[in-house]
Nanobody, 122 residues
Framework: QLQACGGGLVQAGGSLRLSCAAS????????MAWFRQTPGKERQFVAR????????YYADSVKGRFTIARDNAKNTVYLQMNSLKPEDTAVYYC?????????????????WGQGTLVTVSS
């Protein structure tokens, strides 16, 4: 299971860095992604990084503000969030791509663990 951490309360315009680590195993050669969810809404794709770290993909709502990165030696994935907005407030989850999938839907990812809450005040 994956464990996300690094969330907290920040003012609009501020920054946070989230981390995600696997418990007791390695990521292997999997793409990794971050999603977020607010109460009453579906889980939403935020960013994805290839297993090699050479390719990234972002939701339009975070492009230019968020950066996803990974350190395979540390078995950790990061999400650097800058210029935060109140609408970024959510529980953030990391996830591992399921075999034989290529999209960015929730169903394309698994190993969901406990998320971390990010609250951006205006």
């Amino acid at each position: 299971q994956l464990q996300a951490c690094g969330g907290g309360l920040v003012q609009a315009g501020g920054s946070l860095r989230l981390s995600c680590a696997a418990s007791g195993r390695t990521f292997g050669s999997s793409d990794m992604a971050w999603f977020r969810q607010t109460p009453g809404k579906e889980r939403q794709f935020v960013a994805r990084i290839r297993w090699s770290g050479g390719s990234t993909y972002y939701a339009d709502s975070v492009k230019g503000r968020f950066t996803i990165a990974r350190d395979n030696a540390k078995n950790t994935v990061y999400l650097q969030m800058n210029s935060l907005k109140p609408e970024d407030t959510a529980v953030y989850y990391c996830a591992e791509r399921k075999p034989f999938t290529t999209g960015q839907a929730v169903s394309d990812f698994g190993s969901w663990g406990q998320g971390t809450l990010v609250t951006v005040s205006s």
